[in-house]
């Protein structure tokens, strides 16, 4: 059985903040399409429903911390681990 090379810590938290970021794209994404499709293609009454208040109530916090937790960690995402830079030959 042919073993595989150890991955370094830089390549692990790449792996790491790939998935996290597809994860949370993913959630946006699905709660954006259920909000257009919900007011898109579902016959709404007259009268907005009390539930229906509270679930949109609910939804605009959740939408906008998910879009900025993408964001941050898009923004983060090689502000640490730099490595210092070579020093110069004599």
């Known amino acids: ?5 150890r991955l370094s810590n830089s390549e692990i938290k790449a792996r790491l903040i ?3 970021g597809c994860c ?3 959630s946006f994404v699905g709660t954006i399409f259920v909000l257009l499709f919900g007011l898109l ?3 709404q009454p007259m009268q ?10 609910i939804l605009s916090p959740l939408t906008l911390t998910l879009g900025g937790a993408l964001g941050g960690l898009l923004a983060a995402n090689n502000l640490r681990d730099k490595e210092p830079p070579a ?3 004599p």
């Open 18 to 20: 790939f998935v996290v």
């Open 87 to 89: 020093p110069p030959a």
């Open 24 to 26: 949370l794209s993913f």
């Open 41 to 43: 293609f579902i016959q």
């Open 1 to 5: 059985m042919k073993l595989r090379p």
């Open 48 to 57: 907005q429903s009390p539930n229906d208040a509270e679930f949109l109530k």
